[in-house]
Every structure is written in C-alpha cells, then in structure tokens.
C-alpha cells in the first residue's frame, strides 16, 4: 500500500453522510425531521452534503434529544432519504427506551452517562488489511503507519506484512495471514493499527478519561496515557515482539489453552488434575486461558474434554504470562530501564494489579517490566474501571475481542461498549467508524462532527 498522500476529497465523496438531530424535546425532533422531509422533496441532490454538514454544524450532545442517521452512498438517493426520515419519525413514536438504535439510526435522551475509557486490544487480534479504509480517508493515520514502517527498521516494512500485496497465487492469503500472525510482527502491527484509530479518535474530539489494554494492549494504553512518547512506544512494540519470538530459544515455549468455564472451576481443575500449568488470562467470568508446556497443555485439554469443558489451544508462539518465557522477561526489562516514562495524563488500569499504574516512574516500570511473566486479570481491571465512573467503553484497534469480554464482565450494569473497527474487515471500515461517532453522540458524549468530511 502507498502511504503517500493522495486526493482526499475524492476519497470523501463516496463516504456515508451523517444527518444529526438535537432538540429540547422528543416532538421537537419530530418537527426538524419533518421540516427536512419537506427539504428533501424539492431538493437537487448535489446540495444534500451542504444540508447535511449543515445538520452537523447545528447538532449539540448536550441537548437532552438527539437523533443522528447513516446516509449510504445510493443510485437512488432522494427516494432512500425520504423513507429514512418516515422511518425516523415512526422509530421515534414508538420505541419509548431512552436509547436505541437500528441498523443505521442511532437515538438518545438524558446526558452522558459517564466516563469514556479506551481498550486496546492483543496479539490474536490481528488480520491483513486491518485499517486499510481508514489508512484511505485520514491522512494521521498514514503518516502513523509510516512513523511505524521506520521504527519496525527491517527490510521489509511493517505495513508490508498489514497490506500484502497479493498476486492471485494459491493459498496466498493464508502464507501472508501467517507472516502477519508472528509474534515479533503482530505486536507492533496491532500497535501501528491502534495508535493509528487512535488519531482518528482524536481529530473527532473524542479522548479518553481512562485506558487499558489486553496482554500487549498495555504498550497501547500507556502511549494513549501520554506516558509513553510515539518513538518509544514503537520501539517498545519491536522490541516486545522480538523478544517473545525468541522465548525458549530452541527448547520447549509451551503454549497456551482458552478454556470456557468459570474462573473457579478452572482453578480447582488445576488443582484437581496437578497438570503444570497456570491460570494466565481472567478474561471474563466464563473464560479464562492457561498458559505452560506444551504436554501439559494438551494434558488440561484431555481433562477439559473428559468433564465436558471446551477447550481450545491457542496459535500462539509461547506459554504467554508465564514463567516459561522468562528468557523474553529478562531483556525487555533492560529495554523498559533505558527509556523515559513521561508523566501520566489519565489513569491506565493494569492487567497486574487490576488497578492504575502508579504516577512514581520507579514503580510503573516496575509492573510493566514483570508484566510479560505475570497473569493478566482483566476482569478485576474491567471492574476497577466500572467502580471509578467508567461507562463508555471504545475498543481501539483490530476486531472486537475486548467489546465482547466487556460486555461479559459488566453484563448487568449499564454500560456502553463498542469498536471502532466494529466488522473486523468484513464491511466498510468507513462505516464501522461513522456508526461509532453517531453511538457516541447519541448518547450525549461531546462528538466533534464538523470533522466528517473534512480535508
């Protein structure tokens, strides 16, 4: 892929269009959606993106009633637009939740509902051509991708193994979904593509009061915490994933089983079975992943199967968050000692503790330097995160993983959690990101959508 600038405002033109509605009352929106079926109807087209911007320009979350719309790029635009506004007008009549929304409607009343937190995903989620729409339509993202490409400082640049080029051959697609699935390739990969929708974030206005990452996702978090420098964090990111390559030289790196049950049953099957391996990920209260060696983690497999638990060994290239890749521990604690941690901006919650890196740099190295040996306890994180005012939750990066462990973990409380990359690759990563800029407006958070087609 070429990551120099191109027209941007072509890129634009075939993108969604965002409608935005906010009044003082839920009959007040009626009346602007009424008002601008009128519009429609003696509208030439070629003004529909000025009325609208226009729409965008006079929206306000802090209004107590919002409606935004998806606009998709249509042959047969004005008759779409007038049965997206009946539709709207019927939606708002009869569904009486406080929020909603449907396939491309998105509805809220009442004020934020609390604190917005970033989650940056781990190795697993990766996959080629991950933030390639974005890559299209925001130049940050490009110029991230390049600062990337220049810290990965190899003969083949990093975003060569995200957007391959393929030649039609076969079997191609899974010899470069394999190159991307190395560890010393996928960790700083996941984290160009994070930091990357990170800046895209941000030029809507939308910053987080908190962050944390899965396993790798920590280097994410703590870059998006500002405790972190751009060139560090890459350099972090090789480094990281060069080093937990090479774990376990030429003997055994063991590897990795997620297991579906409770935390407590998977504890006592440890336990009870005396297999050699530890509890390594707390994902979600129904899943947690073992980490050891190898025999012993088709041993737990075998023991899973006999009491009816589902097992699944991991693709991974160790026993990750244990004591077998200690020989990967070791130098990243030396590359950890020679870089500057700068001073915290928001709270980052540790897969260690569960709960924020201290602000002291003596301590916080301290827990990222033992955090390749150490289990990752992403619920009490979660948790922590919910008890500290935390309701929004965006995961940052390829796929949606996390979203999914979230909403398992709170799943009787009320909160929001969503991806920006919501289809992992399968639809438009245009689309993807505008659904999540019109859920977060629609719930009240403070969106800056004069940014939408904007170049």
């Known amino acids: 892929m070429d990551l120099q600038d191109h027209d941007y405002a072509a890129s634009w033109s075939t993108a969604p269009e965002i409608l935005a509605f906010s009044a003082d009352s839920k009959s007040d929106l009626k009346k602007n959606l009424f008002n601008l079926k009128a519009v429609f109807q003696s509208l030439d087209l070629n003004q529909f993106s000025q009325v609208a911007a226009d729409s965008r320009a006079s929206f306000s979350a802090s209004r107590p009633y919002r409606l935004l719309i998806i606009i998709e790029p249509s042959d047969n635009l004005h008759e779409n637009l007038l049965d997206v506004i009946e539709k709207a007008a019927e939606d708002l009549e009869s569904n009486e939740a406080s929020c909603w929304s449907t396939k491309n409607m998105f509805f809220g009343e009442s004020g934020c509902p ?116 751009e060139e560090t964090f890459f350099s972090l990111s090789v480094a990281r994933g060069k080093y937990m390559a090479n774990a376990g030289g030429s003997g055994d790196k063991g590897g990795m089983l997620a297991v579906k049950a409770s935390m407590d049953r998977i504890d006592d099957l440890i336990q009870s079975s005396g297999v050699d391996v530890v509890l390594a990920n707390r994902n979600s209260p129904d899943q947690g992943v073992l980490s050891g060696p190898t025999d012993a983690i088709l041993q737990m497999k075998a023991v899973c199967k006999d009491n009816k638990i589902r097992a699944t060994v991991l693709p991974v290239a160790a026993a990750f968050h244990s ?88 799943k009787d409380r009320d909160i929001y959690a969503m991806a920006l990359d919501a289809s992992s690759g399968r639809r438009s990563g245009i689309t993807d990101a505008c659904k999540t800029l019109c859920t977060l407006a629609s719930i009240g958070y403070p969106v800056d959508l004069l940014q939408w087609k904007k170049f």
Do not use: W
């Open 323 to 410: 004591k077998l890749v200690r020989e990967a521990a070791e130098p990243f604690k030396k590359k950890i000692a020679s870089v500057q941690f700068s001073q915290f901006r928001i709270p980052v919650y540790s897969n260690t503790t569960g709960a924020p890196y201290p602000d002291a740099e003596p301590e916080a190295k301290a827990i990222l330097s033992n955090h390749l040996m150490n289990p990752v306890r992403f619920i009490e994180e979660i948790q922590s995160m919910y008890r500290d005012g935390v309701r929004i939750f965006v995961e940052v990066g390829p796929r949606t993983v996390l979203t999914g462990l979230i909403k398992a973990i709170l």
């Open 114 to 229: 609390g604190k917005l937190a970033f989650a940056f995903p781990g190795q697993g989620s990766q996959y080629t051509f991950m933030g390639h729409d974005l890559a299209h339509y925001f130049p940050e993202v490009r110029r991230c991708l390049a600062a990337a490409d220049q810290a990965f400082n190899r003969s083949e640049k990093l975003t060569q193994f995200i957007f391959p080029n393929l030649t039609g051959k076969d079997n191609e697609k899974v010899l470069v979904e394999e190159k991307l699935r190395s560890t010393d390739i996928a960790q700083p990969a996941i984290g160009a593509v994070s930091s990357a929708m990170q800046r895209v974030l941000h030029r809507f206005g939308i910053t987080p009061a908190a962050a944390c990452g899965h396993s790798y996702g920590e280097l994410s978090a703590l870059y998006a915490s500002g405790c972190l420098e």
